[in-house]
């Protein structure tokens, strides 16, 4: 047990990372962050799917198959996830460019059925957080979206 621990601590100096569940998918990775905003306040409605399923098709280029095929793997994925980290720690890599339209995304599912609810704002901001979106872009994002569908 000793050795057990002893190596435990080695890893955690060392910078691994022990949470066992890297998903190495970046694209998986995107649709978990929308769909764990999405399910934040416990109610999915038609237009929060719909708008999933529209920004994965328009952010990573798939045919509206590949879309609906990576939701339902990330829908199973959230399901045994423990925390947003195992979900934001590969997209780090991402531009900073990247990173906001990724936040952007997510404002845009909070924000689908016409009201960001609490939790859905923590979760879009503790993920801004994980990926060193500063707080002026994450303002800036939710300002867009936002403003953008008053004006609809």
């Given at each position: 047990?000793?050795?057990?621990?002893?190596?435990?601590?080695?890893?955690?100096?060392?910078?691994?990372?022990?949470?066992?569940?890297?998903?190495?998918?970046?694209?998986?990775?995107?649709?978990?962050?929308?769909?764990?905003?999405?399910?934040?306040?416990?109610?999915?409605?038609?237009?929060?799917?719909?708008?999933?399923?529209?920004?994965?098709?328009?952010?990573?280029?798939?045919?509206?198959e590949?879309?609906q095929?990576?939701?339902?793997?990330?829908?199973?994925?959230?399901?045994?996830?423990?925390?947003?980290?195992?979900?934001?720690?590969q997209?780090?890599?991402?531009?900073?460019?990247?990173?906001?339209?990724?936040?952007?995304?997510?404002?845009?599912?909070?924000?689908?059925?016409?009201?960001?609810?609490?939790?859905?704002?923590?979760?879009?901001?503790?993920?801004?957080?994980?990926?060193?979106?500063?707080?002026?872009?994450?303002?800036?994002?939710?300002?867009?979206?936002?403003?953008?569908?008053?004006?609809?």
């Amino acid at each position: 047990m000793f050795n057990a621990i002893t190596s435990l601590f080695k890893n955690l100096l060392e910078g691994h990372d022990l949470s066992g569940s890297q998903i190495q998918n970046p694209n998986l990775a995107i649709a978990c962050l929308l769909t764990e905003v999405a399910g934040a306040d416990h109610q999915i409605d038609q237009a929060e799917r719909e708008a999933k399923q529209h920004l994965l098709e328009v952010l990573l280029d798939l045919s509206k198959e590949q879309a609906q095929s990576l939701l339902e793997q990330a829908s199973a994925k959230v399901q045994d996830s423990a925390s947003l980290y195992e979900f934001t720690n590969q997209l780090r890599e991402l531009s900073q460019e990247t990173r906001f339209e990724l936040i952007k995304a997510m404002w845009e599912v909070a924000n689908a059925d016409g009201e960001i609810d609490p939790l859905e704002d923590a979760v879009v901001r503790k993920t801004a957080e994980l990926l060193y979106v500063d707080h002026s872009e994450f303002i800036r994002a939710k300002l867009l979206v936002t403003e953008t569908n008053e004006k609809k």
